[in-house]
């Protein structure tokens, strides 16, 4: 018997020290490096593509780049939950030290799209990823990053590099992996397919889904609806505005009691376009209005969550906030 218990310490042991020295490489090695593979890309700009670009750009790159002198040279993101560590987002604009300068265009195609820097460097989920996005979505983004643009004049503004948390490193080792560059062009549904355009735009384009599922450690960007609680709500998400409080992504299923199944698609391109609830509160950050989405276009994602399996989930709103 005594024995036996021996044995069982000596193997508990041996589980601790290896649990123990896995731990301590994780932490040591840090964010994982992968192979690159950018495509032989040269995107031929043109003034619509810049408009488009731009446009895009305030819809899903700005608000996380944008620093305090206008310009996109990066800043502290102070609305990034505390498990993940502290993030800096980087300076992309054109001076010559920023962390965009040295990207080619299929460079930044194969980073936007896998998450895998030039560097090799995997970029954790605090960077989004854009798989789905069409080409010609894509190529605008990087036909704006070119342009001359003010938000995008040189600022030498360095910023510190994130310090990724435990959990961040542990998670980019065993869920958060790099996603593969598409093998055949990808293609944008046409505008008039109202609930595929409608998905193409809340899934792939703006990604509101990440934020109203329930958890960005379950967010699933391959299969977008097979993230845990789809469009549920209830992921905790930070205010910019004092770095702490706590505000709650709003259930944004048509559930009659405890999603937006009450309300009307004017209701809905109100809340999206200017922020307005049809109670008259006003939606708090990091919920920015959506102002350069056209009512077309919030249109379709109203059409498409009509087809969405509602999910009863209450969302604690913390209104007194
Ligand atoms: C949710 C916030 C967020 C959004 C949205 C976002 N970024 Fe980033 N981005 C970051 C952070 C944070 C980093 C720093 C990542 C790191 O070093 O791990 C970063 C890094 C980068 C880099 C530098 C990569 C390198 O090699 O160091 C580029 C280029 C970039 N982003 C471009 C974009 C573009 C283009 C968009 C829009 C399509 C965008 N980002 C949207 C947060 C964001
Ligand atoms: C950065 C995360 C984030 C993104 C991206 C985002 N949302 Fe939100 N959204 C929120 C949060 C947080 C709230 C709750 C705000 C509050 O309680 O004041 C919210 C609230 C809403 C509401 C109000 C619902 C209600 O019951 O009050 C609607 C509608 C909405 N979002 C739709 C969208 C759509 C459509 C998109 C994409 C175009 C989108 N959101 C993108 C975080 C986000």
């Not at 080619?104 to 996005?133: N, Q």
């Not at 199944?261 to 006003?282: C, S, Y």
Request: with cysteine.
């Amino acid at each position: 018997m005594r024995k036996a218990l021996k044995i069982l310490g000596i193997i508990l042991g041996a589980i601790v020290v290896i649990v123990l020295l896995g731990a301590a490489t994780i932490n040591f090695s840090g964010i994982p490096s992968y192979d690159t593979n950018p495509p032989d890309l040269k995107v031929e700009p043109d003034s619509a593509l810049i408009a488009e670009g731009k446009r895009l750009a305030t819809l899903v790159c700005n608000h996380c780049h944008m620093g305090t002198s206008g310009k996109l040279d990066g800043k502290h993101m102070n609305d990034i939950p505390p498990e993940f560590g502290k993030v800096w987002s980087a300076n992309i604009t054109q001076a010559a030290n920023s962390k965009l300068a040295p990207y080619s265009d299929g460079e930044l195609a194969f980073f936007l799209r896998t998450g895998i820097k030039r560097d090799g460097k995997y970029a954790p989920p605090w960077m989004p990823k854009f798989p789905h996005m069409s080409d010609e979505d894509l190529h605008s983004i990087i036909a704006y990053l070119r342009s001359d643009a003010r938000e995008l004049q040189p600022s030498d503004k360095i910023q510190p590099a994130p310090e990724p948390s435990f959990l961040v490193k542990l998670l980019c080792r065993v869920a958060f992996r790099p996603l593969p560059y598409p093998e055949a062009s990808v293609e944008a549904p046409p505008i008039t397919d109202k609930v595929a355009y409608g998905r193409y735009l809340l899934t792939s384009k703006v990604e509101c889904y990440s934020c109203h599922s329930a958890d960005f450690k379950t967010v699933n960007i391959m299969e977008p609806e097979k993230s845990e609680g789809y469009l549920g709500g209830g992921n905790t998400l930070i205010s910019p505005e004092d770095g702490k409080t706590e505000i709650y992504s709003a259930n944004i299923t048509m559930d009659k009691e405890t999603g937006i199944g009450n309300w009307t698609e004017e209701d809905f391109i109100k809340a999206v376009r200017f922020g307005q609830r049809p109670d008259g509160k006003p939606l708090r950050q990091p919920m920015s209005p959506f102002s350069a989405l056209s009512d077309q276009e919030v249109s379709s994602i109203w059409t498409y969550l009509q087809t969405v399996p509602p999910i009863k989930n209450e969302v604690q709103r913390n209104w007194e906030y």
